[in-house]
């Protein structure tokens, strides 16, 4: 499972994001719309009609953010043997 984390600084719900994947033992990539280069990160998202931090991502699909994020750990923790794109697995 990959799991990737858009945020911004001073962003409390981006923190708080981050503290609730390491809860849960998630490992994520973390990618910043604060940083030289974010141009193309910015209009990724603009593109995907995201217009706020945190981003999250489980294997490319658009979880949403913290409140998203928090429902969606809850209804069962994932792990790369269950999910794939975001989607639960048959068997």
């Given at each position: 499972m990959k799991v990737t984390v858009?945020?911004?600084a001073?962003?409390?719900s981006c923190?708080?994001?981050k503290g609730l994947l390491d809860d849960y033992g998630i490992s994520f990539t973390l990618c910043s719309v604060d940083h030289q280069g974010s141009t193309e990160l910015r209009r990724l998202l603009e593109s995907q009609g995201?217009?706020?931090v945190?981003?999250?991502f489980?294997?490319?699909e658009y979880i949403g953010g913290l409140?998203?994020?928090q429902a969606f750990l809850m209804e069962s923790t994932p792990d790369a043997d269950q999910y794939s794109?975001?989607?639960k697995l048959d068997g």
């Open positions: 858009i945020t911004q001073y962003c409390e923190t708080k994001v995201i217009r706020t945190p981003a999250v489980i294997d490319r409140e998203d994020t794109f975001g989607e």
